[in-house]
């Protein structure tokens, strides 16, 4: 039985894959694939492989990426979402302006679809320029917007929300009384949910109860790094410098009155890490309910 918030699908079955670094040295990535079941699904939508990045920083797999778009080219995904934290807040407008041709090599493979994190939050002027150059090449940046995917004559919504700087860190640098995400909170921002099946791209999973009464079906997720140094399928930290956070990497879930809600939250590709190697997913949706 399907208890709220438990981790439903845990990540059990990762599959390593090998690239070369650019320093030649040969590293593993893991490759997660997720059946995400939803009796709302549309039909023609059954089978849709939704290809999930995110938390990249300053990290590259093998120059300018190349190795991790090879990487998503084999996994065919029909469409890419990238979760936020494509850079760190540190990181030169050169450098994150370098990250473009890998990001036009993801839009060449699938329809690719990005929003902010807090990093890029952090440092507004970067990821604007970075923004407008991603706009320019195809992405479909989402900051609080909403768009239709339509397949067949049948559409999903694939919303992207951005919570604000309040919600994951102080002016004054603390973790303390950060600001609560509400439902009121996303309306404003984002307005209503959808009627019909909604993807939601929201960086941060801490808030998944709140996502699932808006009326997120689907909701992916990054930020948390996998709990940064895993032991025996454990997150130990979150960035909130918090222990044990809740959703660390896995598929979640919650039930309302509306529906089942999922949120499949990565672990992210960079930053330090401890037995906890960079990872992608790929989400599978599926037209069934969730008990079949
Ligand atoms: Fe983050």
């Not at 039985?1 to 438990?6: E, K, P, R, S």
């Not at 600001?179 to 996303?186: H, V």
Request: glycine share 8%; net charge positive.
């Amino acid at each position: 039985m399907i208890q709220d918030g438990d981790a439903v699908f845990g990540k059990k079955y990762g599959k390593t894959a090998k690239y070369t670094d650019s320093d030649g040295k040969r590293r593993k990535i893991m490759i997660y694939t997720e059946l995400i079941p939803s009796q709302r699904l549309p039909e023609s939508f059954d089978g849709m492989r939704v290809l999930h990045l995110s938390d990249l920083h300053a990290k590259q797999f093998g120059k300018d990426n190349t190795a991790l778009v090879r990487l998503c080219r084999r996994l065919s995904p029909d469409i890419i979402c990238f979760t936020g934290d494509i850079f760190s807040r540190n990181e030169t407008l050169e450098a994150v302006s370098a990250k473009l041709p890998f990001m036009k090599s993801l839009c060449d493979i699938a329809p690719t679809y990005y929003i902010r994190g807090n990093h890029e939050n952090d440092a507004d002027s970067i990821a604007e320029a970075f923004e407008e150059g991603m706009r320019k090449i195809g992405v479909n940046v989402l900051r609080n917007e909403m768009t239709a995917f339509t397949r067949n004559g049948e559409s999903i919504t694939i919303c992207g929300i951005e919570l604000p700087r309040s919600c994951y860190r102080r002016e004054n640098g603390s973790y303390r009384d950060l600001t609560p995400a509400s439902i009121n909170m996303m309306k404003e921002l984002i307005g209503d949910a959808p009627e019909g099946y909604t993807l939601l791209l929201a960086h941060t999973p801490l808030p998944f109860g709140e996502y699932a009464e808006w009326g997120a079906d689907l909701t992916l997720s990054g930020h948390v790094h996998g709990g940064i140094i895993r032991l025996f399928g454990t997150g130990l930290l979150s960035p909130e410098r918090r222990f044990f956070p809740r959703y660390t990497k896995g598929v979640y879930s919650i039930k309302t009155d509306r529906a089942q809600h999922l949120m499949e939250v990565s672990a992210g590709l960079g930053k330090f890490r401890i037995n906890n190697p960079p990872s992608v997913t790929v989400c599978i949706l599926a037209r069934r309910n969730d008990n079949d």
